[in-house]
């Protein structure tokens, strides 16, 4: 019956009303807010004193929330749906041993660390404010969407020191092929969702708020870390989280749209588009070409259904879209229009929006609080102040009003218009439906005006020839259709048109355009080779590889030595201009420190692709610490004999200054200023007592014991 309304809708023969009976998403609008930093209804279940630590309770509560809705915040913005964090029961602060909040408290004020599933925590208010704010959102035309965890507890949580056996130990860990979902994520208790007890613990947990509450939805936290068998029965007829009675959306952190169709296919409503959404971020951010996103919505078809895919821009676990700018050298207005211009393709594309809050302030956000001072993370106090005057909110609205009237946006079949090919940076797409008007979006992703005398978007079977166009957000428009039916006229820099017109010959065919062509002929993207060395004389042998997180999984590229220069390595690659590249080095020798990953405690190294960066150099491990002022070098012997691959290191082992011994026992180590207690060892040839060592020194020999 389900695939049947899905087919229908396609069609434009069932309309959404006939769909409003069940909890389907496929027509909304969802804002998506942090409750404890969202607003404050009560003073009475603040914190008091520690209320403004990063990363302790603020004061948010579903009161805030509920006289928000009363005000009419979110309907005037547009949204139909909110989505809250967990409510569940947190266990207690933990203490900040590092970075720039150590020596605060570090409390589950998100929602994630769950003492009790079925119990309200206070710092939000009762389970009556709960209710209520569920119901007044109802009164109000708004669904309510609950965020809810399956795959842990929080540290230190009360069952898993009364039922051990209900969680992944290290040794289950250890002994696993499947390490994302049988090993603790960041340490938290591990849930076995196998277990027949856990799984009826967690889905008597789900169904608990469904009933109690009323929810709408439910957003499940890190899907693809629990079990595979745990979803198909609790997405089953009669299940906990059956779709005829509750919407699904899954956080399944992976780019990859054969991993996300898995969940899907799984029975979930819906997963979160990581793919889109780094596709989106690299290339909207700053100003690269959007071949990334016409790539990752090719990949449609993997897809039972790409619609029931919720699209996104921003959220609590990555940095702000306007701060990913910044980083790439792109700030104030055209940040602002990049914004924009990111927001307006996810309102346009297949897939249910989610719009995070402090998005419609072009608010910046580095990322988790637990690295950044108060005022420049991702989950600081909302601010009402001007909010719905300002340019992304009322852009925000428009593309509300258009999306929730525009059965074609939503439920329209995509078709690819135009790609970006060398220094042309467009990117076109049809919308259709029977029955709806034809829609083409086009884009100028670029920093210049594009005159499309030299490139006429050939759209005569949509639009009828000459017909006069329309702009379904009100802009003026600044392009036209001649009599051969193509698009003609100038591309504003950074422009967003949703374009409609009398239909065409045939508007729902798929195009035949000379920018598809020219794409697949090779020229999607201007390259730029990015040359990579890095300084590794403290690795040993290695051999060093380049590691990118930038593409939603891992890519590594081997690395050569330098003939010239011994243990410095190098390599190239070619990617798109302006790709933002996240990377670091890593040493595949099995003794290497830190998994293999340079820079322990360091963040990711990160270089805009552009001519005047493409020579990067580096030294192994330090990052964002500086290069020390000082170098020990010496031998590792036994009985006289040279070790390799013995470690030389600081007291603490896991830091920065350590190094690899080579074949002839030789070690470069970078040392800092001052006094410093440091040894020699291996697991097969022993090691040396702690030695007292200051500055520069060569000839300094360890003989292991």
Same mark, same amino acid.
């Given at each position: ?20 009976q ?29 209320s ?12 805030g ?26 266990t ?6 590092g ?14 660390? +769950?003492?009790?599933?079925?119990k309200? !925590?206070?710092? =939000?208010?009762? &389970?009556? $404010? %709960? @209710? ?26 009360t ?13 289950d860990?250890? +002994? ?5 979902? !049988?090993?603790? =994520?960041?340490? &938290?208790? $591990? %849930? @076995?969702q196998?277990?027949?007890?856990v799984?009826?613990?967690l ?11 009323g ?12 079990s595979?068998?745990?979803w198909?029965?609790?997405? +089953? ?55 990334k996103?016409?790539?990752v ?17 921003d ?54 609080p ?26 925000l ?8 009237s ?13 790609r ?7 990117f ?15 884009m ?9 005398s ?17 702009e ?20 504003p ?26 794409a ?19 690795q ?41 590249l ?78 690899l ?7 470069y ?6 006094k ?10 022993g ?19």
């Amino acid at each position: 019956m389900r695939q049947l309304k899905t087919w229908l809708l396609s069609l434009g023969l069932l309309s959404s009303f006939a769909l409003a009976q069940t909890p389907d998403f496929s027509n909304d609008r969802i804002y998506f807010l942090l409750t404890d930093r969202f607003a404050n209804g009560d003073t009475s279940n603040d914190l008091g004193a520690n209320s403004q630590q990063p990363l302790n309770w603020h004061g948010g509560d579903f009161k805030g929330v509920t006289q928000k809705i009363k005000e009419g915040y979110f309907q005037k913005l547009g949204f139909s749906a909110i989505w809250i964090t967990p409510v569940y029961l947190q266990t207690p602060p933990v203490p900040v041993t590092g970075g720039p909040n150590a020596g605060t408290e570090f409390a589950g004020y998100h929602g994630y660390w +769950a003492e009790d599933y079925f119990k309200v !925590d206070p710092h =939000l208010g009762t &389970l009556e $404010d %709960l @209710k209520e704010l569920v119901k007044v959102a109802h009164e109000n035309g708004l669904k309510v969407v609950q965020d809810m965890v399956v795959n842990h507890l929080g540290y230190g949580a009360t069952l898993s020191e009364t039922h051990p056996e209900y969680f992944h130990t290290q040794a289950d860990c250890n +002994a696993s092929s499947n390490k994302d979902q !049988d090993c603790a =994520l960041a340490g &938290l208790p $591990d %849930l @076995k969702q196998e277990l027949p007890e856990v799984q009826k613990l967690l889905n008597d947990a789900v169904s608990y708020w469904v009933k109690e509450v009323g929810i709408d939805g439910i957003r499940m936290d890190t899907m693809k870390h629990s079990s595979d068998a745990y979803w198909p029965q609790f997405f +089953a007829e009669g299940g906990p989280a059956d779709p005829a009675k509750v919407w699904t959306v899954g956080e399944v952190f992976d780019g990859n749209p054969v991993f996300l169709s898995k969940f899907l296919n799984m029975g979930s409503p819906s997963v979160f588009d990581f793919g889109l959404y780094g596709a989106i971020k690299d290339s909207i951010s700053g100003g690269g070409d959007a071949t990334k996103v016409a790539e990752v919505l090719a990949q449609d078809s993997v897809y039972p259904d790409a619609r029931r895919l919720s699209t996104f821009i921003d959220n609590h676990d990555v940095k702000r879209f306007i701060s990913e700018a910044a980083e790439r050298g792109v700030t104030g207005t055209a940040a602002v229009e990049r914004l924009d211009l990111a927001l307006s393709l996810i309102y346009t594309l297949r897939g249910t929006p989610v719009v995070y809050y402090g998005t419609e302030l072009a608010s910046p956000g580095e990322g988790d609080p637990y690295n950044y001072p108060l005022g420049r993370s991702n989950r600081e106090d909302m601010n009402f102040t001007g909010a719905q005057d300002a340019p992304i909110s009322k852009r925000l609205m428009t593309l509300n009003q258009i999306r929730a009237s525009t059965p074609a946006l939503r439920n329209g079949k995509y078709a690819e218009v135009c790609r970006p090919y060398g220094d042309t940076n467009i990117f076109a797409f049809k919308r259709s439906q029977l029955g709806q008007p034809p829609l083409v979006v086009v884009m100028n992703n670029g920093d210049s005006p594009i005159d499309l005398s030299a490139l006429p978007l050939e759209l005569s079977k949509t639009f009828a020839a000459s017909a006069p166009l329309s702009e379904l957000t009100g802009k003026a428009l600044s392009v036209s259709l001649n009599a051969d039916g193509n698009l003609v006229g100038s591309l504003p820099a950074r422009s967003f048109y949703i374009l409609t017109a009398e239909r065409g010959s045939n508007p729902y065919a798929a195009p035949e355009n000379p920018c598809i062509a020219l794409a697949k002929a090779g020229g999607a993207s201007a390259l730029v080779k990015m040359n990579f060395t890095v300084d590794a004389r403290s690795q040993g042998n290695g051999p060093i590889e380049l590691r990118r997180f930038d593409t939603g999984s891992q890519v590594t590229y081997p690395m050569q030595p330098d003939p010239e220069h011994p243990g410095f390595w190098k390599t190239s690659i070619s990617v798109p201009k302006n790709t933002l590249l996240k990377f670091k080095y890593g040493n595949l020798n099995p003794r290497a420190q830190n998994s293999g990953y340079e820079g322990f405690g360091e963040p990711d190294r990160s270089v805009v692709a552009r001519a005047e960066n493409a020579d990067v150099q580096g030294v192994y491990n330090f990052i964002v610490s500086p290069v020390p002022p000082f170098v020990l070098t010496g031998k590792v012997t036994r009985n006289g004999q040279p070790v390799a691959n013995a470690l030389v290191a600081l007291e603490g082992e896991n830091t920065l200054f350590h190094a690899l011994t080579l074949e002839d026992g030789s070690y470069y180590l970078p040392l800092p200023a001052g006094k410093q207690k440091l040894r020699a060892r291996h697991p097969d040839a022993g090691s040396t007592e702690w030695t007292e060592v200051e500055g520069s020194q060569q000839n300094f020999n360890f003989e292991l014991k």
